[in-house]
């Protein structure tokens, strides 16, 4: 994801991790981003519970190196966003669309970024990449962005979510 080194967990002793690894935002710093994660394929929006139940796994790991990211293909409601910006536990939600109906960690795990300038891949799209409050001393200098470009066939714009990391772009 982004360039981070992540690996698929799974089973049932995973503590509630789909996914865990290191995000290195800058390659000339030693420090590493630790992330966990959960991938949550549901049809419809995810609530409040879902940002619950994942604190309880945030609360076993270490605050001041791990960051926690939850992923769904259909976004979040009000009522989840709220509870994830005032957690104490430092949270991303993460929402992937996907373009077919797979899982969502084979597809969250598959993500890479196009030399194009658009959020695609041959699974999904980034619609939006947010995070709390307490994330935010992980993430100085990273920008996520709309981009808009008009579609000549269409003759609409289309958005796009653009992600920069001291004026480079990630996605």
Not at 109 to 133: H, M, P, Q, Y
Request: aromatic residues 10%; hydrophobic residues 35%.
């Amino acid at each position: 994801m982004l360039g981070a080194n992540l690996k698929r967990n799974g089973g049932a002793n995973d503590l509630g991790i789909d996914f865990s690894g290191f995000w290195k935002l800058d390659p000339l710093s030693n420090n590493n981003i630790y992330l966990v994660g959960q991938c949550k394929n549901y049809s419809s929006t995810l609530g409040p519970a879902i940002i619950r139940e994942f604190e309880g796994v945030m609360s076993r790991q270490n605050e001041n190196d791990t960051v926690g990211i939850l992923s769904c293909p259909n976004g979040f409601s009000a009522k989840a966003i709220e509870t994830a910006m005032s957690s104490k536990y430092p949270l991303s939600l993460l929402t992937i669309r996907f373009n077919h109906n797979e899982n969502s960690v084979k597809n969250i795990n598959s993500l890479r970024v196009e030399n194009k300038n658009t959020a695609k891949n041959d699974s999904g799209i980034i619609e939006s990449f947010i995070w709390n409050r307490v994330a935010v001393k992980f993430f100085t200098d990273l920008v996520v962005t709309q981009k808009y470009t008009m579609n000549n066939t269409l003759d609409q714009y289309e958005r796009n979510v653009s992600i920069i990391y001291k004026d480079k772009l990630l996605y």
